[in-house]
């Protein structure tokens, strides 16, 4: 989840080109596990993403921006 919020917030900002949640669903999907919601408020991006470990579905969120 880190990793995909910081994805989204850096190409929110312009730091990498592209749209901020279809940049993050890449770097989640490279890390095993999808990206199950995403919300870009400005420059502050927050993300769920979800995996299957051991046959459990566990879900995790992340919040990246500018601090507050």
């Given at each position: 989840?880190?990793a995909?919020?910081?994805?989204?917030?850096?190409?929110?900002?312009?730091?990498?080109?592209?749209?901020p949640?279809?940049?993050?669903a890449?770097?989640?999907?490279?890390?095993?596990?999808?990206?199950?919601?995403?919300?870009?408020?400005?420059?502050?991006?927050?993300?769920?993403?979800?995996?299957?470990?051991?046959?459990?579905?566990?879900?995790?969120?992340?919040?990246?921006?500018?601090?507050?």
């Open positions: 989840a880190d995909g919020a910081l994805a989204a917030a850096d190409t929110a900002v312009g730091i990498h080109p592209g749209i949640c279809e940049v993050a890449e770097v989640v999907a490279a890390h095993g596990a999808r990206l199950a919601r995403c919300v870009v408020d400005g420059v502050v991006a927050t993300v769920t993403v979800s995996a299957t470990v051991a046959g459990v579905t566990v879900e995790a969120s992340a919040r990246a921006g500018p601090p507050r």
